[in-house]
C-alpha cells in the first residue's frame, strides 16, 4: 500500500521561509509527477505546484517566484521551498502523487494527510 507523509509545516512570519517535504513509500515502480495543493480557510483546494517525471514545472500564478518545487527520485520525495511567505499562503498543504505502482503498468493516485502551515503578519 502506498502512503504519501508530509512533514516540515509550522508557524511563520510574513517573509519567512518554509520547505515542506513528502515523502513516498510502498511499492512504487515510477512517479509520473508529484504536486502539491493547499487548501486556505474558506476556500477550495487549489493546485500550488507540480514536477513532473522529467523534471518539467508548473506553478500557481500566486506563488511564482516565490515557491520552488524539487524532487529526489531515489528517495521517492518531493519538496516546497517556500520563501518571502504572505498570511495569504496560510493553508493546509497537501502532497498528491500519481504513481505507477505495478510491473504491468498500473497507476495510481494518493493523497497526504496535509500540513499545517500558517503565516503571521
Known amino acids: 500500500q502506498v502512503q504519501l507523509v508530509e512533514s516540515g509545516g509550522g508557524l511563520v512570519r510574513a517573509g519567512g521561509s518554509l520547505r515542506l517535504s513528502c515523502a513516498a513509500s510502498?511499492?512504487?515502480?515510477?512517479?509520473?509527477?508529484m504536486a502539491w495543493y493547499r487548501q486556505g480557510p474558506g476556500k477550495q483546494r487549489e493546485l500550488v505546484a507540480t514536477?513532473?517525471?522529467?523534471?518539467?514545472?508548473n506553478y500557481a500564478d500566486s506563488v511564482k517566484g516565490r515557491f520552488s518545487v524539487s524532487r529526489d527520485d531515489a528517495k521517492n520525495t518531493v519538496y516546497l521551498q517556500m520563501d518571502s511567505l504572505k498570511p495569504e499562503d496560510t493553508a493546509v498543504y497537501y502532497c498528491?502523487?500519481?504513481?505507477?505502482?505495478?510491473?504491468?503498468?498500473?497507476?495510481?493516485?494518493?493523497w497526504g494527510q496535509g500540513t499545517q502551515v500558517t503565516v503571521s503578519s
Open positions: 498528491n502523487a500519481d504513481l505507477t505502482i505495478s510491473a504491468w503498468g498500473q497507476t495510481g493516485v494518493y
Open positions: 510502498g511499492t512504487i515502480f515510477s512517479v509520473i509527477r
Open positions: 514536477i513532473f517525471s522529467g523534471g518539467i514545472t
